[in-house]
């Protein structure tokens, strides 16, 4: 016998004061391999929407967003789906078969993408092999995010060409130059800079957590905390535990998108979230504080090369426990960042070069793809990209692996670096600690030197606040 899964109506009223209803199945009662089989969401990178946004400004072409109305109504469900009558539409006896796709299918976002994939193929747009969610022909790229769609384009004619292949299946609406995409607000001046920023995003995190009139701080992070377990501290009871981690997903999503300089603080905290105390919660605060004082922060994009930079911290100087090292890195793109990372190392290194050597290998694996995403949707090419190290060993080494016995211990796979560096197309190169603007991805940084580090970044220190240090 069939399985018969429910649905229910979702009411919501929009900013704009219209109230809508929309029908959604009850999709977490499917069964996979029985209700669904396969699923993917149409999301792309959000190194790929910086760097399009990047590229566009580099170029002198315009930005367009798109949006499709019911998006996941597109399209024809792949299996055999049973679904009760809505309320207020009962009869007995009746069930619903789906023959369309319908919000709540755990398979509904993978159908969209491929009505979408099937759309833009047909009118000449190739796939980006990079980014999935990324299109392109000559003179055209459309980065696709669930149902909105950024469209890159030299001129209206090409926009609007896109415009009708895409309404020649779906209903779109016109949304003019992005003002607010993802929650990322843009802001376009007459220089032909683009500047993206997350005020409004940062207000609604504050409010949620009560933080609107706290009192300012010019760091996320104190310069010598130490954020270790203690053995017989305070945990935190279950709500305030909640709270903590909701507040790090609300964070994370601010970082991901436009505030590399709370990377490093951010990515140290949520390595507790399974059991943060309260010195943890502590900190936490701390870096709603820097939040807001540094709300009206921006990344605008101007003018530049690519260029990136990576750095590593032996031992980790906040977190001290099994001595894993934090390795960073920055790429920036028309003067500002486009790609960054702050993350622990995977293994424990020996020495200060041996973590900045692994760290080295993670900016070269990341600049790869980068180059490949830019050189295949033809937005940018550099026959040459230079990585700034502030380690002259680490530097030496993959330009020279010799075999040594204080480094004969290093994993194999981090020497790919010095086979990358020998094709010529990405370089090493080395730079002061002073002017190393991956230096606060990897450590808490003073309040002069964070500054600092925030300017190498390229991040545009709008509308500031007083604050505390």
């Known amino acids: 016998m069939d399985r018969i899964i429910g649905c229910k109506w979702v009411f919501k009223t929009k900013s704009n004061g219209i109230r809508k209803a929309r029908l959604v199945i009850k999709g977490y009662r499917q069964k ?10 149409a999301v792309s990178r959000m190194d790929s ?95 696709i995010y669930d149902d909105d769609f950024l469209v890159a384009a030299p001129d209206d004619a090409e926009i609007q060409q896109l415009r009708m292949a895409l309404e020649s299946e779906f209903k ?21 800079s683009i500047s993206i920023h997350q005020h409004q995003y940062i207000q609604k995190v504050l409010s949620d957590f009560c933080m609107e009139t706290c009192q300012p701080k010019s760091t996320p992070m104190a310069p010598k905390v130490l954020l270790n377990n203690v053995p017989d501290g305070s945990d935190l009871d279950e709500d305030t535990k909640a709270r903590f ?19 490093f603080a951010l990515g140290t905290l949520s390595r507790f979230t399974s059991r943060p105390q309260s010195h943890h919660q502590a900190a936490l605060q701390r870096l709603l504080r820097y939040v807001k004082a540094t709300q009206f922060y921006r990344i605008t994009y101007r003018s530049g090369q690519l260029i990136g930079y990576t750095d590593a911290d ?46 080295q290998y993670n900016a070269i694996l990341h600049l790869q793809w980068l180059r490949t995403f830019l050189a295949e949707t033809h937005l940018f090419r550099s026959p040459v990209t230079n990585i700034m190290a502030d380690n002259q060993s680490a530097i030496a080494l993959s330009r020279n692996p ?68």
């Open 32 to 41: 996979h391999g029985i209700d669904y089989h396969e699923t993917f969401a």
């Open 49 to 143: 929407v910086r760097s399009i946004v990047a590229s566009t400004v580099l170029r002198g072409w315009k930005l367009h967003q798109f949006d499709a109305v019911t998006a996941f109504l597109h399209g024809d469900v792949d299996s055999s789906i049973y679904m009760e009558l809505p309320e207020g539409f009962e009869e007995n006896g009746y069930v619903c078969r789906l023959q369309r796709s319908l919000y709540g299918l755990k398979q509904a976002p993978r159908i969209w993408y491929q009505c979408v994939h099937r759309v833009l193929v047909a009118h000449g747009f190739t796939m980006a092999q990079s980014d999935n969610c990324v299109f392109y022909k000559p003179n055209c790229v459309v980065c």
């Open 172 to 192: 779109l609406n016109d949304l003019g130059s992005p003002r607010s995409f993802l929650g990322i607000q843009f802001d376009f001046h007459a220089d032909g």
């Open 245 to 263: 981690g909701t507040a790090i997903g609300s964070l994370m999503y601010l970082m991901v998108g436009t505030r590399p300089d709370i990377a």
């Open 314 to 359: 032996f031992g980790g100087s906040v977190v001290t426990d099994g001595a894993y090292s934090t390795s960073g890195y920055v790429f920036k793109l028309a003067g500002a960042p486009v790609s960054w990372s702050s993350k622990r190392q995977g293994e424990v290194a020996t020495s200060t070069t041996h973590a900045e050597y692994i760290g």
């Open 402 to 469: 010799e075999f040594h016995k204080r480094t004969k211990h290093f994993n194999v796979k981090f020497h790919y670096q010095g086979a990358v560096l020998n094709k010529g197309e990405i370089c090493l190169e080395y730079v002061p600690t002073e002017e190393q603007a991956a230096d606060g991805l990897t450590k808490p940084l003073g309040p002069s030197t964070f500054t600092k580090f925030c300017n190498l970044l390229g991040i545009d220190r709008e509308e500031l606040m007083k604050v505390d240090v």
